[in-house]
């Protein structure tokens, strides 16, 4: 396994709910000299620091000023979630069965949540002498599963099956009807008092881990690899990157399964409060330096099916192992146009990275991303791309062993960058 691999599994391994990524890429980030800001406190930047600062536990931007004379921004964003099962509390069961009432989050393939160990992550609040403490959770142990109903009892178990989630999906915790099970688990693994515990905001995640296969090593298998995996890039190619001519910033947010409005996603205010902190601690004005700024949005892209290629478009067929993906949308689902493209493009080039182009088929509608809902925020020049992979959404999901280093190259070559606006529509690139 190469070490990018090895990592890109271990932050993914550790990073079972939004809550521990990123506390992952903080830990990372201070190790690396970054410090840490607080949105309550006022902000003192100077040329050549590092900063980081994250809102809610789910959401992170990271940053430095150049030591020399800078314009713009440089940013990448991708997001920490994962479509899941929320948890709402024990249910009752029927016979003797101890059952978690749990809530579908985002679009995801519930077929390969069934008839697996699975456990519960997420944050616990927690009473501390004069108010309150958020505390992560893991229980670290085979803890769940969804049972599905035997072939014996249901015929049609293989064809166009479906699922109702308040009957179907409910996962098992035990036998007995102890329904304090839940929060006596939950803060023992916070390492607090039962009686401390005050609310829960917990997920299902798998428990197996993910591995490098194929006959040559030539694929990667593991739980949310949409988006850890252009997480991980990005970050790589933004800690291994030379100083350029603009001011790189790295963004990591949350809830882009279920639409991103909220305090921690991108259709919130962190991104444009944090560049106007940045241009306000430095005597500048955002609108000014809008003009040479750009946004790459990295989210996972969709790899034609090897059992199914009829699903991807005739001129638009990425495969795992190709390199970075730029997607385009006439709906502007995704933000990249022509001019954005082209920039990411020669950007990849540049760095030596593949590249290769995504639309969805005409009839089957996609999902969107980030980079047209940051826009209505920051509005700045946006190419959203990615990494191909196979069954986007499922508990276990399928990309290229390559991949991940094409894009801590192109992410790298994009935070080294200058960039300048010409004329309206064009760019001098350095």
């Not at 992952?24 to 980030?29: A, I, S």
């Not at 679009?107 to 944050?123: F, H, N, Q, Y």
């Not at 993910?210 to 298998?221: K, P, R, S």
């Not at 430095?282 to 330096?289: N, V």
């Amino acid at each position: 396994m190469s070490q990018t691999n090895e990592k890109l599994l271990t932050l993914i391994r550790r990073s079972p709910s939004p809550f521990h990524a990123v506390e992952q890429l903080r830990q990372r980030l201070l190790a690396e000299g970054y410090r840490e800001l607080r949105e309550r406190e006022p902000w003192q930047l100077a040329p050549g620091g590092r900063y980081l600062v994250t809102r809610g536990g789910t959401a992170l931007m990271a940053f430095r000023v150049p030591a020399g004379d800078w314009r713009g921004f440089l940013l990448t964003a991708s997001h920490c979630d994962s479509p899941t099962f929320r948890v709402k509390g024990t249910a009752a069961g029927p016979e003797n069965y101890l059952r978690l009432s749990v809530e579908p989050y985002g679009g995801m393939i519930m077929s390969s949540w069934l008839d697996r160990p699975l456990t519960l992550a997420g944050r616990g609040i927690f009473r501390r002498r004069g108010g309150v403490e958020s505390r992560l959770i893991y229980v670290d142990r085979d803890l769940l599963v969804i049972p599905s109903v035997a072939i014996h009892m249901n015929r049609e178990a293989n064809k166009h099956a479906s699922f109702d989630p308040k009957a179907d999906l409910l996962p098992l915790l035990g036998l007995g009807e102890d329904r304090d099970a839940l929060a006596r688990l939950a803060a023992e693994s916070a390492g607090a008092k039962r009686e401390d515990l005050l609310a829960l905001e917990l997920s299902l995640c798998p428990r197996e881990p993910g591995f490098v296969g194929g006959a040559a090593g030539e694929l990667v298998v593991s739980p949310r690899l949409d988006d850890l995996q252009c997480v991980y890039g990005c970050l790589e190619g933004f800690l291994q990157t030379r100083e350029g001519g603009n001011l790189p910033v790295y963004c990591v947010l949350d809830h882009e399964e279920v639409g991103s409005a909220t305090r921690q996603g991108a259709d919130g205010t962190l991104l444009r409060e944090v560049l106007e902190r940045i241009c306000a601690a430095l005597g500048r004005r955002l609108p000014e330096e809008t003009a040479d700024s750009m946004l790459l949005s990295a989210d996972n892209a969709h790899a034609v099916h090897p059992n199914h290629p009829e699903y991807a478009d005739s001129g638009h067929r990425p495969r795992l192992n190709g390199g970075v993906v730029i997607k385009h949308n006439a709906n502007r689902r995704y933000a990249t146009d022509a001019l954005a493209a082209a920039l990411a493009e020669e950007i990849c080039r540049r760095s030596g990275v593949p590249v290769q182009n995504y639309s969805n088929r005409p009839d089957l509608p996609g999902g969107s991303t980030l980079g047209s809902i940051a826009n209505t925020h920051f509005s700045v020049l946006t190419a959203d791309v990615g990494l191909a992979q196979l069954a986007m959404h499922a508990a276990c999901e399928t990309a290229g062993a390559e991949d991940t280093d094409h894009l801590i190259r192109a992410a790298a070559a994009f935070y080294g960058a200058t960039l300048r606006q010409g004329e309206d529509g064009g760019y001098d690139l350095a």
